[in-house]
């Protein structure tokens, strides 16, 4: 369907595309294909306050009712569920269990493949393509809405008088997304049209560095799913020299916890004291995120000074990486200026990454919150209106996900996708398109998959 759009030099403007195809990208375009979300006979919401107001009205669609708080939360088991089919269900479905109350990377990918097929939703997305530019038309009406760079210099739409009159009344928006789409017979640039964009890519396109000699070479990796890949071929095992984890975020215990399971050697770097009160562990409650409070156990029960009960792992608070050798070393340096050296099989650097966001002027810095600075999920996000997230900056364009600064996928998406739809006529024909964003490691706004 989105294939013979774009073969139409006529067709009037989509009403809105998505760019990415993260969780918050297929709950989006699946709300916006007419699926309307209630609430759960029987539910009941962590939140006291939410769980009231939902009980006034159970009968009314959740996006008809008037929901003020926080985002909603969800159990472990279904950090990564998707409206209207749980996570756990698909899952019992292939006879498979949680490992840790925790989800892999690919099954995550194979989930998120099977529930665009299974809810109808292939035909929004446009697969194999690369956004390379969003740019805002002008409105005038002698441009007729296009631009230089446009596909065809004449008018494009057959606007009557009445639409183009309501355009320049309401201030509306149109967006110009361009790119390239790969298919078997090669690949060939594309055009499309709309009146809002929603930007759902996460910000996993570029790892972040340390900047030090020796990262380049190819025992260094700064992605979990090289960690995955090298245990996997048999490349590191049990009687390998410790591999080197550096970090202490979210992603870095995964990699610890994945290797502990996997009964490999860890020595795990990183800057901060284990009390640190900015490190994420102090900010996750114990009931929920067991699993990392054990990560945090162990990164303090571990210190190499002090052996503690766990086997196979050193922690290294307050440490830097000077450089890693040819031979397989890292050069340290701890708090007191002192460098030490460690024999290593890998390495992985794990210390957050960035997002790409080339296809926007100026990298979307001009949407930041700090306009001055690189966007980043962090530390400056995109800054948005708390209840639409629709930009500050511009109209008719939306951030979703870790660009506007929900770096997790434990929190339900649905509740910025209701937030955007707030504002978007709810009658008008919807007609959505959702470009998969290439990445190789799966599962989401934190792992982002390739459908």
Same mark, same amino acid.
């Given at each position: 369907m989105l294939h013979a759009h774009l073969e139409q030099t006529s067709a009037k403007p989509l009403p809105v595309v998505i760019i990415g195809n993260g969780p918050s990208g297929i709950c989006l375009s699946y709300l916006l294909s007419g699926n309307i979300p209630y609430v759960t006979r029987n539910a009941v919401h962590p939140n006291p306050i939410l769980q009231r107001k939902l009980e006034e009205t159970p009968k009314l669609s959740i996006l008809d009712q008037s929901i003020e708080g926080s985002m909603f939360t969800l159990s472990q088991g279904d950090w990564m569920g998707l409206p209207d089919l749980p996570f756990?269900? &698909?899952? =019992?479905? #292939? #006879? $498979? !269990?949680? $490992?840790?109350?925790?989800?892999?990377?690919?099954d995550i990918v194979q989930y998120y493949q099977?529930?665009?097929?299974?809810? !109808?939703?292939? #035909?929004?997305?446009?697969?194999? =393509?690369?956004?390379?530019?969003?740019?805002?038309?002008?409105? @005038?009406?002698?441009?007729?809405?296009? *631009?230089?760079?446009? $596909?065809? *210099?004449?008018?494009? &739409?057959?606007?009557?008088?009445?639409?183009?009159? /309501?355009?320049?009344?309401?201030?509306?928006?149109?967006f110009q997304v361009d790119g390239l789409i790969t298919t078997l017979n090669g690949t060939q640039p594309f055009s499309l049209y709309a009146e809002n964009v929603v930007l759902a890519t996460g910000t996993y396109d570029s790892p972040s560095q340390l900047g030090v000699k020796g990262e380049h070479l190819p025992f260094v990796h700064h992605k979990l799913s090289a960690l995955e890949e090298a245990v996997k071929n048999k490349e590191i095992g049990p009687m390998s020299d410790p591999i080197l984890i550096v970090g202490a975020g979210l992603t870095a215990a995964d990699a610890v916890l994945f290797a502990h399971h996997c009964n490999i050697p860890v020595i795990h770097a990183f800057r901060r004291r284990v009390n640190d009160p900015a490190l994420i562990f102090n900010q996750l409650p114990k009931t929920m995120y067991p699993e990392y409070h054990k990560v945090h156990q162990m990164m303090k029960e571990q210190a190499v000074l002090y052996p503690g009960p766990y086997e196979c792992?050193?922690?290294?608070?307050?440490?830097?990486?000077?450089?890693?050798?040819e031979d397989r070393k890292c050069i340290f340096r701890d708090k007191s200026h002192r460098q030490k050296i460690h024999n290593i099989s890998m390495a992985f650097v794990l210390i957050g990454s960035n997002p790409n966001l080339s296809y926007l002027p100026n990298n979307g810095m001009d949407l930041a919150v700090d306009c001055e600075q690189p966007v980043s999920s962090k530390r400056?996000?995109?800054?948005?209106?708390?209840?639409?997230?629709? =930009?500050?900056?511009? #109209?008719?364009?939306?951030?979703?996900?870790?660009?506007?600064? /929900?770096?997790?996928?434990?929190?339900?998406?649905?509740?910025?996708?209701?937030?955007?739809?707030?504002?978007?006529?709810? /009658?008008? @024909? &919807?007609?959505?398109?959702?470009?998969?964003?290439?990445?190789?490691?799966?599962?989401?706004? /934190?792992?982002?998959?390739?459908?």
């Open positions: 756990k269900d &698909w899952l =019992s479905k #292939k #006879k $498979r !269990g949680f $490992r840790n109350s925790r989800a892999t990377a690919g099977y529930y665009v097929a299974k809810k !109808g939703l292939k #035909k929004n997305f446009l697969c194999g =393509s690369f956004v390379t530019s969003v740019k805002k038309l002008s409105m @005038d009406s002698e441009s007729c809405y296009s *631009s230089p760079n446009s $596909r065809d *210099s004449s008018c494009v &739409w057959n606007f009557s008088e009445q639409q183009q009159a /309501d355009y320049q009344t309401d201030h509306r928006s149109l792992y050193i922690s290294l608070p307050e440490h830097h990486i000077v450089s890693f050798t400056n996000p995109i800054d948005i209106e708390p209840f639409t997230y629709e =930009s500050v900056h511009e #109209k008719g364009l939306y951030a979703m996900g870790p660009l506007a600064g /929900d770096n997790f996928v434990r929190f339900v998406q649905e509740i910025s996708t209701i937030s955007c739809l707030t504002i978007i006529d709810a /009658d008008a @024909d &919807w007609f959505i398109r959702c470009f998969p964003v290439k990445d190789d490691r799966g599962g989401g706004d /934190d792992a982002q998959s390739s459908i």
